[in-house]
């Protein structure tokens, strides 16, 4: 992540984030109880030779990192709303696309464009962050669109066959 990008977020991936940070910060305060366990229930110095405190300063370290990390993101984010037209691929909108890899490579595939990605797939939907080469790509382009991103050098061709209601979505699956 380059020093001046944004990261677009909706207001409960804000809120998400603010729980991880309060999470690890948390966690920090958990771990500095254990660190002070070890410490005082070691014989000698407290420190040498003392396999929990130094997993205690690693865990330290790497929780202190995550923070570092979490704040960074809050402080690049940028919260975006829906903007209510219809006519764009907007946050929460469910698309149905052809990925086009080659001539006769296409792949057509269902997902949720979302501000933060768990990488799940919800009844076959696959959840994609706007901050994503993909979600950059088709945030607030147009049904019928043809748009490209890059992905480790390669250039992949996305067409924009439809945008679904869930409402829909889910009258199909149950007539099936």
């Known amino acids: 992540m380059s020093n001046g990008e944004k990261i677009y977020l909706d207001q409960k991936g804000y809120n998400m984030l ?12 958990d771990n500095y109880l254990e660190k002070g366990e070890a410490y ?18 690693r865990q330290e ?14 402080s690049k984010a940028v919260i975006i709303e829906k903007t209510g037209d219809n006519e764009l691929i907007d946050l929460g909108d469910i698309i149905n696309i052809n990925m086009i890899f080659d001539v006769d490579d296409i792949e057509t595939c269902l997902i949720q ?23 950059q790509a088709i945030y607030h382009k147009h049904v019928g669109d043809k748009t490209t991103y890059e ?12 945008k679904e209601n869930e409402e829909n979505l889910y ?5 099936r």
Do not use: Y
Request: charged share 30%; proline share 1%; hydrophobic share 35%.
């Open 18 to 29: 603010l729980a991880e940070l309060e999470n690890l910060k948390q966690e920090l305060a």
């Open 40 to 57: 005082s229930g070691s014989v000698g110095d407290g420190w040498h030779d003392n396999f929990a405190f130094e997993e205690a300063n």
């Open 61 to 74: 370290r790497m929780i202190l990192g995550k923070i570092r990390d979490c704040q960074e993101r809050l």
């Open 113 to 135: 464009l979302v501000s933060i990605s768990d990488n799940k797939f919800d009844d076959g939907i696959q959840k994609v962050s706007v901050n994503s080469p993909l979600g």
């Open 151 to 162: 992905v480790n050098k390669r250039n992949i061709n996305i067409e924009i066959l439809s």
């Open 171 to 175: 009258r199909k699956r149950t007539r």
